[in-house]
């Protein structure tokens, strides 16, 4: 009887805020699971959001702090309109290849009742799986542009959920740390944490709240002050007051809320590429998204016969030819003794006075690798600093377009102010133009403007497995927590393949020929958990030859037409299964927990399918190399059953028979 009442008594509470906030604006999910209610209480607007009936996040405040004054009070609704959309798009690159997504939309008109009669446009679109808001800045009289110190965007979570999160020390970051699962009431005050963040309610609903379409504007992250979450935003450099400067029209990038009961919605949703623009690039057929090479990670090994190893065409043509070999489609030149390939009189890679992209290191002849690579199918792509790339940017693409490179990482950026995030749009907005893709590294999350932009194939902004060339190694309980927060934005560059897996208690450190832990069958699954467009193959060509599992890795690809979370449990284990063509590929990882798990099939279509299963050895305490892999007939009727080891998982690749 008491639950009955409590339900009533929830039921009521949610019907009577939304009712009240109808009369100024409120707006449901087409399927009517989520509320996003709108209200001005004293002439301050705020919100609230309801999934289910359920109070998810209650009367938060709507607000901006411009140099000139405050727009949070003495607000009025001018006017609103809504309008119920379809929307039709294929992505160049992603976990899907076509989206077809309904949404309802409601923009609501902001005016200052005195003063400056400043008015602000709240744009909301409420989908299925979430909702997104963002302020619009429209041209108007008296006011030709802006000059914003902060959003005053709140998020009042309704009691006491768990979050994980990136707790992170300033604003200028690389975004690489271990993640936390915490109760939002010990979180501590004032401490900036990363997005996306995701929040476990009561009866397993499930909240992530990031960004889409960060485009001239800053970057934002959240904050606990007194006992409620607010958007921050990075300041500017040089001082920490101003975040955003800019003409009208202008406006912010959407907060987004990815919302459900099914954690598995959360990484299916195509919410934040649907909120980005459409393809800006133009015909992108020059585009081939593949595997890549990077010999830095592994210390450039190159075998005993291989004459003057270093920045020079025969240590690149060891591994070209490696690559044309197994199907791997590019080939990355960064270095060689702890020296870039180009010109550079700085240290540690940091560019000195007289850095120049364009000027390759003495016996290193850049057209020389890409003719041959070309010679051979195999794309050529290289390195750099941004702070080296930056000053010689129009040029240096000219340069290497004429060489003939396809790409490049653009390394240590390591900050999301409004100026790093237009220098990062015009290095995809130029280098699309000389046909080049990029991959960005020491840099913020994703926030779906890879539809804008699909010459962007992936991005860091996570700690990855390069760290185990100087420390400890990283673990599959990091792995696990990484696909419940950072990969909820998308790509993510991992410094994947490392082929050399201890037991525990055999790792030391290793600049060369780095260790890793977790299990062969947890390495190969990584490829299909993790979103990336670009994935690596980071060891030396040896490493794989041979080697139990390396099959798998010549034929798994990197973007994807259908994505199915199958099953998981936050930060435990998830199974990913993605579909290429007739094709499926399903990855399963673990934390370092043992788990007998169970993969139900019924995402493939009818028919038999022939499966290459690979499955953790019971003999991987010993060896965490070795694995187990038959080949079977199996229809969507069938279930298969594991036994992941501690640090464990399997894949599947399943085609049609």
Same mark, same amino acid.
């Given at each position: 009887? +008491?639950?009955?009442?409590?339900?009533?008594?929830?039921?009521?509470?949610?019907?009577?805020?939304?009712?009240?906030?109808?009369?100024?604006?409120?707006?449901?999910?087409?399927?009517?699971?989520?509320?996003?209610?709108?209200?001005?209480?004293?002439?301050?607007?705020?919100?609230?959001?309801? /999934?289910?009936?359920?109070?998810?996040?209650?009367?938060?405040?709507?607000?901006?702090?411009?140099?000139? $004054?405050?727009?949070?009070?003495?607000?009025?609704?001018?006017?609103?309109?809504?309008?119920?959309?379809?929307?039709?798009?294929?992505?160049?690159?992603?976990?899907?290849?076509?989206?077809?997504?309904?949404?309802?939309?409601?923009?609501?008109?902001?005016?200052?009742?005195?003063?400056?009669?400043?008015?602000?446009?709240?744009?909301?679109?409420?989908?299925?799986?979430?909702?997104?808001?963002?302020?619009?800045?429209?041209?108007?009289?008296?006011?030709?542009?802006?000059?914003?110190?902060?959003?005053?965007?709140?998020?009042?979570?309704?009691? &006491?959920?768990?979050?994980?999160?990136?707790?992170?020390?300033?604003?200028?970051?690389?975004?690489?740390?271990? /993640?936390?699962?915490?109760?939002?009431?010990?979180?501590?005050?004032?401490?900036?944490?990363?997005?996306?963040?995701?929040?476990?309610?009561?009866?397993?609903?499930?909240?992530?709240?990031?960004?889409?379409?960060?485009?001239?504007?800053?970057?934002?992250?959240?904050?606990?002050?007194?006992?409620?979450?607010?958007?921050?935003?990075?300041?500017?450099?040089?001082?920490?007051?101003?975040?955003?400067?800019?003409? +009208?029209?202008?406006?912010?990038?959407?907060?987004?809320?990815?919302?459900?009961?099914?954690?598995?919605?959360?990484?299916?949703?195509?919410?934040?590429?649907?909120? &980005?623009?459409?393809?800006?690039?133009?015909?992108?057929?020059?585009?081939?998204?593949?595997?890549?090479?990077?010999?830095?990670?592994? $210390?450039?090994?190159?075998?005993?016969?291989?004459?003057?190893?270093?920045?020079?065409?025969?240590?690149?043509?060891? /591994?070209?030819?490696?690559?044309?070999?197994?199907?791997?489609?590019?080939?990355?030149?960064?270095?060689?003794?702890?020296?870039?390939?180009?010109?550079?009189?700085?240290?540690?890679?940091?560019?000195?006075?007289?850095?120049?992209?364009?000027?390759?290191?003495?016996?290193?002849?850049?057209?020389?690798?890409?003719?041959?690579?070309?010679?051979?199918?195999?794309?050529?792509?290289?390195?750099?600093?941004?702070?080296?790339?930056?000053?010689?940017?129009?040029?240096?693409?000219?340069?290497?377009?004429?060489?003939?490179?396809?790409?490049?990482?653009?390394?240590?950026?390591?900050?999301?102010?409004?100026?790093?995030?237009?220098?990062?749009?015009?290095?995809?907005?130029?280098?699309?133009?000389?046909?080049?893709?990029?991959?960005?590294?020491?840099?913020?999350?994703?926030?779906?403007?890879?539809?804008?932009?699909?010459?962007?194939?992936?991005?860091?902004?996570?700690?990855?497995?390069?760290?185990?060339?100087? $420390?400890?190694?990283?673990?599959?309980?990091?792995?696990?927590? +990484?696909? /419940?927060?950072?990969?909820?934005?998308?790509?993510?560059?991992?410094?994947?393949?490392?082929?050399?897996?201890?037991? +525990?208690?055999?790792?030391?450190?290793?600049?060369?020929?780095?260790?890793?832990? $977790?299990?062969?069958?947890?390495?190969?699954?990584?490829?299909?958990?993790?979103?990336?467009?670009?994935?690596?193959?980071?060891?030396?060509?040896?490493?794989?030859?041979?080697?139990?599992?390396?099959?798998?890795?010549?034929?798994?690809?990197?973007?994807?037409?259908?994505?199915?979370?199958?099953?998981?449990?936050?930060?435990?284990?998830?199974?990913?299964?993605?579909?290429?063509?007739?094709?499926?590929?399903?990855?399963?990882?673990?934390?370092?927990?043992?788990?007998?798990?169970?993969?139900?099939?019924?995402?493939?279509?009818?028919? &038999?399918?022939?499966?290459?299963?690979?499955?953790?050895?019971?003999?991987?305490?010993?060896?965490? &190399?070795?694995?187990?892999?038959?080949?079977?007939?199996?229809?969507?009727?069938?279930?298969?059953?594991?036994?992941?080891?501690?640090?464990?998982?399997?894949?599947?690749?399943?085609?049609?028979?």
């Amino acid at each position: 009887m +008491l639950r009955i009442s409590m339900l009533l008594f929830i039921f009521l509470c949610c019907f009577s805020i939304a009712s009240n906030a109808q009369k100024n604006g409120s707006l449901s999910s087409p399927d009517g699971n989520i509320i996003y209610a709108f209200g001005i209480n004293s002439n301050s607007p705020f919100y609230s959001i309801f /999934y289910k009936k359920q109070v998810l996040i209650e009367k938060s405040p709507i607000g901006l702090q411009f140099a000139d $004054g405050n727009f949070q009070q003495n607000l009025a609704i001018l006017q609103s309109a809504r309008r119920d959309t379809t929307e039709e798009y294929e992505l160049i690159v992603g976990k899907t290849s076509k989206v077809i997504t309904h949404y309802r939309e409601l923009l609501i008109t902001l005016q200052e009742k005195k003063s400056q009669h400043r008015q602000v446009n709240l744009r909301v679109r409420a989908f299925n799986d979430g909702i997104a808001f963002r302020y619009e800045f429209p041209e108007q009289k008296n006011h030709g542009d802006i000059t914003l110190l902060e959003e005053n965007t709140g998020f009042k979570m309704k009691g &006491n959920p768990v979050l994980n999160t990136l707790f992170l020390p300033s604003f200028t970051s690389s975004h690489e740390g271990l /993640y936390t699962h915490i109760l939002l009431n010990e979180v501590k005050e004032d401490t900036l944490m990363d997005m996306p963040t995701l929040f476990e309610f009561p009866q397993k609903t499930y909240v992530a709240i990031t960004e889409a379409a960060l485009s001239d504007y800053a970057g934002m992250y959240l904050m606990k002050h007194d006992g409620m979450l607010s958007g921050k935003l990075s300041p500017l450099p040089g001082q920490t007051v101003i975040k955003v400067k800019a003409k +009208l029209p202008h406006h912010s990038p959407w907060r987004v809320l990815m919302i459900s009961d099914k954690i598995g919605d959360l990484f299916e949703t195509n919410m934040l590429t649907t909120l &980005n623009e459409p393809n800006k690039i133009g015909d992108a057929s020059w585009l081939k998204p593949g595997k890549t090479t990077f010999p830095w990670w592994n $210390g450039n090994i190159v075998p005993d016969t291989i004459n003057a190893p270093g920045n020079n065409f025969v240590t690149n043509k060891y /591994y070209i030819d490696f690559c044309a070999r197994n199907n791997i489609e590019y080939h990355s030149v960064v270095e060689y003794g702890l020296h870039e390939w180009y010109t550079n009189d700085g240290a540690n890679f940091q560019p000195g006075p007289h850095a120049d992209v364009t000027k390759p290191v003495p016996g290193l002849d850049m057209k020389e690798i890409c003719d041959y690579g070309k010679s051979v199918g195999v794309k050529i792509r290289v390195w750099v600093h941004w702070a080296a790339l930056y000053p010689k940017l129009d040029s240096a693409f000219a340069i290497f377009e004429k060489w003939g490179l396809s790409g490049m990482m653009v390394d240590f950026m390591d900050r999301d102010d409004q100026e790093m995030v237009n220098i990062q749009e015009e290095i995809l907005q130029k280098a699309a133009k000389h046909h080049l893709h990029i991959q960005f590294h020491g840099a913020y999350k994703p926030t779906g403007m890879q539809r804008t932009y699909p010459n962007e194939f992936t991005r860091e902004g996570t700690l990855n497995y390069e760290t185990n060339k100087w $420390g400890e190694p990283l673990s599959p309980d990091h792995d696990i927590r +990484l696909v /419940y927060t950072r990969l909820l934005a998308g790509a993510t560059d991992y410094h994947l393949g490392g082929f050399r897996a201890v037991p +525990l208690a055999k790792y030391r450190t290793q600049y060369t020929r780095p260790l890793m832990a $977790g299990t062969r069958c947890h390495m190969l699954a990584m490829y299909v958990v993790l979103e990336s467009y670009l994935g690596m193959l980071c060891d030396y060509p040896d490493a794989y030859g041979g080697q139990p599992g390396f099959e798998f890795l010549q034929v798994v690809p990197t973007t994807w037409d259908e994505t199915k979370v199958v099953n998981g449990e936050v930060n435990k284990f998830i199974t990913i299964a993605r579909r290429k063509g007739n094709d499926w590929f399903v990855g399963t990882i673990t934390d370092n927990t043992a788990r007998e798990l169970e993969i139900p099939l019924s995402f493939l279509g009818e028919g &038999n399918y022939i499966a290459d299963i690979y499955t953790d050895s019971d003999k991987d305490n010993e060896d965490p &190399n070795l694995l187990n892999k038959k080949t079977q007939t199996v229809t969507k009727k069938d279930t298969i059953r594991i036994n992941a080891m501690a640090g464990g998982g399997q894949v599947m690749y399943i085609r049609k028979k």
